[in-house]
Each structure stands twice: as C-alpha cells, then as structure tokens.
C-alpha cells in the first residue's frame, strides 16, 4: 500500500527510500547528489505535488505516524517574503560555488524554464506575471509568479523552488521500516519548476508541467542508512473540446522528448500519466494525458538531467502552438458552461486525488500556493450527461478510454 504524504508547496513529502548512487556516477556526483526521499518539515515547493512514499509495511497506522510526524514538525521554519529574486537560492559556500554541480545545474534549468516559459505566455497574452520571491530559513527558497486575468489566460503560475531541511526521526521509520531506536534527522534537498494554465477560450486547453530532482543525505547517528537521489515529473494537457491534431502534436512532441532517450519512455510514462490522473468516484481522467514519472534513479544523474530537461523543454513548443491556433475561436455560452464543468472535474481530482494538494491542506501550508493550480471559475450542475454524438461526449469518452494518440 502506497501513503501518500504528498507536499504541495508548504511541506515536504517524504518518498521511497533508493539505496546508494548509480554505479555510473562520477564520485563528484556521488558526493553532491546524496539523495532523495524526502519528509517534511515546511515550505515544500510547489513542484512537489506528484510524489508518493511507500511506507513499509503498508498500514495506516505507519501512514498516520507519518502525517503526525510531519504535521508537529510544520512549526519549525516559516518563510520570509524577499523584496526581489536573488541570483541564486542554493546555500552560500559548496551548493552555490560550484556551478557544474547537479544541484547547480537543476536551478538553473528550472529558472531558465521559469523565464522562457513566462516570456511566451507574455508574449501571446499580453499581461504581465506578478513574482514573489521568498526564502527559508534551513535555507533555499522560491520564486512564484502568476498571471491572473489576463487577455488568454484567466490564470497561468509558473513556480520555482530550491529548498532544504531535514526530516523527523519518526518520519524516516515510517518510510523506511528501520527498527534503529533513535536515528537523527535526515537533511533532504529538494529543486523543481511547477506550472498550471487556465485560458479563457473553451477551445483552448490547460496544460500542467512538474519537474523535480530530490537528494537525502544519512540521517544523524545511524551508520550505513541509505543515501537516495531521484527525479521526477511530467506534462499533462486538459482540454474541453478535443482537437486531434492538437493532442497528437502535443503527444508527439513527448513522445520526441522521450524517444531521444529510450523508446520505452513514451510508452510507459503515457500509461503512467494516464493512471495517475484519474478521478476514481468518476471513472474518468482528468484529461488527455501526456507523460508522468517518478523515482528515477536507475541512469547515470547527467542522462536523467539531461531527460528532465529536454522534457521541460518541451512544453513551450507542445502547448503554446496550441493556444495561438485555438484563443480567438468564436464560442457560445454553452461551450463556456463545458468548459465550467470539466474544470469542476480539474478541482474535484487536485482537491480529492492530488497528493500534493490534499497534503497541503491537511498540514496548515500556504494557501495561495497549495491553490495555484486551481481555475479562478468552475461550476458543477446535477446529474449533467452530454448527449451522444456531441463534441462535449467525445471528449467525455476520451477521458473514460483513453486513446493511443502517436
């Protein structure tokens, strides 16, 4: 049984303990990515709504003991709200030095994605993103902004953050089973880039893109604990009207992504996407899918990087196309109350399903993070079927059974 202590933006989750890094990992690498698995204590970044922890044992009793060890350990840091974005947010000295670094290199391709992906919103959107920057004190910090109102898009965030702490000793048993009685805390380091957009046209879709690199360092006083480093991720697209070529081009564009690293990848992250986004009480998916993975570990750390990357940099050209062809298509109020109702079906998984969310809300974060992601409108009618042969059916059965699109 999996316990899902997932951190939307507020509070660390932990995740499956990996033992040990890749044999073809440079020793340098072996020494900088000690890893990831990672328990809370509070300002997990935004970026961490899609990861899981497989307690051992698999009960709720250990789940419990693992939500009360997190929610007791949220008191200890608070954020501070920084007047502007600092260059970096790695810790001064070894993190911040050394620029070849994974960690190094992780913030900068999630801040480079940040900034790319703002300037084609702007550019297609017209307004402009509102940044707030904040930092921590265990160190780290992060860096959201958000458009809300604007000429495409009703809402689109684009969040960043590089954050470190420690988990309990609690936690840590939990997760990983061990009978030690009393391990010290484990120092985790976690980086991503988290994005939900909402257009205003119906015919426009939403798209969510997530990706992370995690580390966990040897808990204090516990000889030969495991040392764990992941990465993790995906790109998802939520229309209301299904366009084929339009999720084909965005399929395939994953679909390339993956394909320059193993043919498998496609395959098996689709399917992955496609079970993750499930909303169980309907039966249906949230959307049309795209790619999903976690607790990558099994590469070398610079192939798994440079995955990450070529999968985030994929979004600009798998969605934006997307919304220039589809933004000024006339539309009636109907296709408008559809568009209401699919995005209830967005709010119903992020506040039922997704871990990261739920975990959030549970814990006490910080709200306007935790519901970034949610559409500033929705709506829910009784009992509403869309009548077979319909545009809004289509896309109802496609949520149900989701197709091959490449």
Known sequence: MEAVVMAAVQSLPISSLKCGAPKSATAS????????????????????????????????????????????????EQESMLSEKPPTLLRDGEDADDKNG?????????????????????AVDGGKFREDAWSRPGGGGGVSRVLQG??????????????????PPEAYRAATGSTTKKPGRIPFFASGVSSVM???????????FNYRYFETDAPEGAEGAPRAWWFGGGTDLTPSYIFEEDVKHFHQVQKNACDKFDPNF??????????????????????????????????????????ATA????????????????????????????????????????????????????????????????????????????????????LLDACRNPPDWV
């Open 150 to 167: 604007g000429n495409v898009w009703e809402k689109a965030g684009v969040n960043v953050s590089v954050v470190y702490g420690s988990m």
């Open 266 to 307: 496609y395959p098996k992250f689709k399917k992955w996407c496609d079970d993750y986004f499930l909303i169980k009480h309907r039966d249906e998916r949230r959307g049309l899918g795209g790619i999903f993975f976690d607790d990558l570990n099994d590469r070398d750390p610079d192939e798994l990087l440079a995955f």
């Open 198 to 208: 909402h257009p205003k046209n119906p015919f426009a879709p939403t798209v969510h």
């Open 311 to 394: 999968c985030a940099d994929s979004v600009i050209p798998g969605y934006i196309p997307l919304v220039e062809k589809r933004k000024d298509m006339p539309f009636t109020q109907e296709n408008k109350d559809w568009q209401q109702l699919r995005r209830g079906r967005y709010v119903e998984f992020n506040l039922v399903y997704d871990r990261g969310t739920t975990f959030g809300l549970q814990t006490g974060g910080r709200i306007e993070s935790i519901l970034m992601s949610l559409p500033l409108t929705a709506r829910w009618e009784y009992d509403h079927q869309p009548e077979e042969g319909t545009e809004e059916r289509k």
């Open 29 to 76: 690498a072996r020494k900088k990515t000690l890893s990831l698995s990672s328990c809370s204590v509070r300002q997990a970044p935004d970026f961490l709504s899609d990861l899981s922890v497989k307690v051992a044992g698999g009960n709720g009793r250990k789940k419990m003991q693992v939500m009360a060890a997190i929610a007791e350990d949220r008191r200890i």
């Open 102 to 122: 994974l960690r190094a290199r992780f913030e900068q391709m999630v801040f480079r994605i940040q900034n790319e992906v703002c300037a084609a919103v702007e």
